[in-house]
C-alpha cells in the first residue's frame, strides 16, 4: 500500500482531491507550508524569543506538511495517538502521547495525522533565539517547590510543577525568560516583586510569558490541583 493510501484512506486525513487520486493508487500530493500558516496551528504570542502555537487536530484528521524553523518543546494538552512522517521519509512512526507530556524537537518538517476518537490538542513553544540579558539576582531557588526537572539542554531547562489547594511554590527567581504552560487548569494567585498581586483562572492549554528575569511566588487557591510546565530559556 502506498503512503496516499495510508494517510488519506486509513486514516481519513485527506486534502482535497488527493483523496480521488490516493484511491486511484497516484501518489498523493506534497503541500508544504511554515507552521503558522497550517490551518491547525494557531499563533497565540510572537517576540524575539518564543513563538506559541495552539495546535488542534480533530480525530481522524490530519496535518498538511509544516516547516518547524526553529527548534521547540511541545506540550500535549490530553493524551493522542498519532501518526507521523517527517518530510522526505517513506516512514510512518507511531507517536503516542500522554496527558501532560513534554518532549522537545530539533529544526524538522513533518505532517501528524490524529488516528484517535478524540481531538489532539498540544502547545508548541518554537524558541525564536537565546536570552542573552544578564541573569536577574534574587533570592530563593531557581526551581519551584512542588517541580522537577523533565528536561535540560543547551537552549532552555523544563520544569514539571503541581501544586495541590493550598499549596504554594514559595519565592523563586527565574535568572531569564520563561514561559508557564497549564496542563490542568486551576485558580492561581500570582505574586511578583514590581507588580500587583493578581488570581488568574488558568484552563489547559493556558500561558503565561515573563520577558527577563523574574522573581514570584505562585499559590494554588482552587479545590484542584494545578498542574503546568515551566520553560526557561538560557
Do not use: C
Request: no cysteine; hydrophobic share 40%.
Amino acid at each position: 500500500m502506498t503512503f496516499g493510501k495510508q494517510w488519506s484512506i486509513a486514516m481519513v486525513v485527506v486534502a482535497g482531491a488527493s483523496v480521488a487520486l490516493a484511491a486511484q493508487g497516484a501518489p498523493m500530493p506534497t503541500f508544504m507550508v511554515p507552521a503558522t500558516r497550517e490551518p491547525h496551528h494557531t499563533v497565540k504570542l510572537e517576540n524575539q524569543y518564543v513563538r506559541v502555537l495552539d495546535v488542534t487536530v480533530p480525530p481522524f484528521d490530519g496535518t498538511l506538511y509544516h516547516i518547524h524553523e526553529n527548534p521547540y518543546v511541545y506540550v500535549s494538552i490530553g493524551p493522542a495517538t498519532l501518526k507521523a512522517q517527517v518530510e522526505g521519509s517513506n516512514d510512518i512512526t507511531d507517536l503516542n502521547l500522554k496527558d501532560g507530556e513534554v518532549r522537545f524537537s530539533p529544526v524538522v518538517t513533518h505532517r501528524v495525522g490524529n488516528v484517535g476518537a478524540t481531538p489532539f490538542r498540544n502547545i508548541t513553544v518554537q524558541i525564536q533565539g537565546r536570552d542573552t540579558s544578564a541573569p536577574a539576582a534574587g533570592s530563593g531557588p531557581a526551581s519551584a517547590a512542588g517541580s522537577t526537572v523533565a528536561f535540560e539542554n543547551e537552549l532552555v531547562r523544563v520544569d514539571r510543577l503541581s501544586l495541590d489547594p493550598g499549596k504554594s511554590t514559595a519565592v523563586h527567581t527565574h535568572p531569564r525568560s520563561h514561559l508557564l504552560i497549564a496542563v490542568h487548569g486551576g485558580s492561581v494567585k500570582m505574586e511578583a516583586q514590581g507588580d500587583p498581586t493578581s488570581t488568574r483562572a488558568m484552563s489547559p492549554g493556558d500561558f503565561d510569558w515573563r520577558t527577563g528575569g523574574y522573581t514570584h511566588n505562585l499559590t494554588n487557591v482552587g479545590t484542584t490541583a494545578f498542574d503546568a510546565i515551566e520553560i526557561v530559556w538560557k
